[in-house]
Nanobody, 120 residues
Framework: QVQLVESGGGLVQAGGSLRLSCAAS????????MAWFRQAPGKERDLVAA???????IYADSVKGRFTISRDNAKNTVNLEMNSLKPEDTAVYYC??????????????WGQGTQVTVSS
């Protein structure tokens, strides 16, 4: 069982930056692939970025070059550095985890979400 707790959301002006963090419970964090998803009002939850157990990273096209996902296995955390934020980045951001090396398929564990609002 993995419990995920996000932090770092907030209100920022367009062009600004935010850093989201996700703290995971458990002693086998390094064995989980991790991801950030986001869901805007009236829209589906979409993958923003993922990082595998082997440190391979993928990004949604809409955030490439602006967002960076990273993990610290010693601290059981995964971070999302968000730069050059746009109003369309406004959403609830969720941390997710799944056992093993993968960024496809079902994600087993979810955090409660953190709101990111980008004003124009």
């Amino acid at each position: 069982q993995v419990q995920l707790v996000e932090s770092g959301g907030g209100l920022v002006q367009a062009g600004g930056s935010l850093r989201l963090s996700c703290a995971a419970s458990g002693r086998t964090f390094s064995g989980y692939s991790m991801a950030w998803f986001r869901q805007a009002p009236g829209k589906e939850r979409d993958l923003v970025a993922a990082i595998t157990t082997g440190d391979d990273r993928i990004y949604a096209d809409s955030v490439k070059g602006r967002f960076t996902i990273s993990r610290d296995n010693a601290k059981n955390t995964v971070n999302l550095e968000m730069n050059s934020l746009k109003p369309e980045d406004t959403a609830v951001y969720y941390c997710a985890a799944k056992l093993g090396y993968s960024w496809t398929g079902t994600w087993s564990y979810w955090g409660q979400g953190t709101q990111v609002t980008v004003s124009s």
